[in-house]
């Protein structure tokens, strides 16, 4: 198993399973444009706003399901980090660039704690309680997310001892940061009323 090829085709399989954009399609069972409507994303967070609750929590268990899909068989079966490493970035850069969907994509939050749960999964079940009552109070997903990837690091490397996983979550968290401002500002969300212009066709 330790070969890399085995690691490409890993990161492959990844790859077309993050493609698959679960926000768009229970949207798209609403009847709902949801990259035309609120910040454009096909994210939880969006979905929960213009949709509805019972179809966010679709999404939601979904696209953390893709993130652990990805990377826990690789820790259940005891393979090289490197297994887990390459779900991670392989089920990342679908859900980011989506081949399904003309390579526009979501911010990947949820995903990423998915890839959470498969690499550091100690850490992710003892903080995913904080990060609810974080949510709950705030209001605010980015800040519970936020929370969540900064308690979830240091609790799973203390437990796992494993500081490659630690390290490729801490990147994921950093990629989905990125992906966010990079595509806010495209989009011209946080601007004024009436000049948020929806700059993209929905792919598809």
Known sequence: MDSPWVYALWACGAYLLGSVSVGDLVARLARTPIRRVGTGNPGTANVF???????????????????????????LLGLPIWAGIAGAGGVLAGHFFPVFWGFSGGTGMVVAMGITFGLLPAGALIVTPLALVLLRLSKNAGYAGAAFFALAVPVGWLVHQNPSSAATVVAAA???????????????????SGQNVDREEQPG
């Open 49 to 75: 706003r213009e949709v509805g609750p019972k179809y966010a929590a679709v999404v939601l268990a979904l696209d953390l399901a893709k993130g652990m899909a990805a990377t826990l068989p690789a820790y």
């Open 174 to 192: 950093i990629a989905v940061l990125g992906k966010s401002k990079v595509q806010y500002q495209w989009r011209g969300v946080g601007q004024p």
